[in-house]
Each structure stands twice: as structure tokens, then as C-alpha cells.
């Protein structure tokens, strides 16, 4: 089992900052990606950033240049910088880990979600 719990969600205006954090607990043997996706309203749920136990990082078109991720692999912890954002960053973000599993065999975990915003 592997839990996560994403915080630092809310209210910001149009061309503000917001950092997200997540934090992954549980029995497992390795995090390999972890990541950020998020939903809109009446949408699917789409791929924001996703970042590498090696550190290599892999960003959305419509937010490379504005949002940074980043992991701590001791804390088990990513982190999504987001700059500049637009009223078309509303949505739910949702944290994710693939995980391996002790004995073998990989689980994929989401998180609970945390709303971002923005509007004036």
C-alpha cells in the first residue's frame, strides 16, 4: 500500500505563484516516477509534469516554462513550482507514484487531489 498526500492548493490570481507538495508513505521497495495531473472541470485527466527517480523531468506543452517539478528521494516527496499562472490552470491536481513493489510487480497510487483557481 502506498499513500499519498498532496497539499498547498487555492486561490490565486492570474499570474501568480502556487507550490504544490507530496508526500508518499507506505511499504514499498522503490518510487520510480512520480508526478502531477490534473482535471478540469468536464475534461480528462491530463499529464502536468512527471520527474524520474534519475531526476529527469518531463512537462506538459502548455506549461513548460512556468512549472518546475522536483523530488526529494529521502523524504519520498515531489514538489510542483507553479509560476505565472493562467485562468486555464484550474483544475484539481492529483500527485502520483509508480511504485515497485517488495517481491515484484508495480502499483501506480494517486493522490486525493488538491483544487487550484485562478481567477481574479
Known amino acids: 500500500q502506498v499513500q499519498l498526500v498532496e497539499s498547498g492548493g487555492g486561490l490565486v490570481q492570474p499570474g501568480g505563484s502556487l507550490r504544490l507538495s507530496c508526500a508518499a508513505s507506505?511499504?514499498?521497495?522503490?518510487?520510480?516516477?512520480m508526478g502531477w495531473y490534473r482535471q478540469a472541470p468536464g475534461k480528462q485527466r491530463e499529464l502536468v509534469a512527471t520527474?524520474?527517480?534519475?531526476?529527469?523531468?518531463n512537462y506538459a506543452d502548455s506549461v513548460k516554462g512556468r512549472f518546475t517539478i522536483s523530488r526529494d528521494n529521502a523524504k519520498n516527496t515531489v514538489e510542483l513550482q507553479m509560476k505565472s499562472l493562467e485562468p486555464e490552470d484550474t483544475a484539481v491536481y492529483y500527485c502520483?507514484?509508480?511504485?515497485?513493489?517488495w517481491g515484484g510487480g508495480y502499483l501506480s497510487s494517486w493522490g486525493q487531489g488538491t483544487q487550484v483557481t485562478v481567477s481574479s
Open positions: 502520483n507514484a509508480n511504485v515497485a513493489r
Open positions: 520527474v524520474n527517480s534519475d531526476g529527469s523531468t
Open positions: 507506505g511499504s514499498f521497495f522503490r518510487i520510480n516516477a
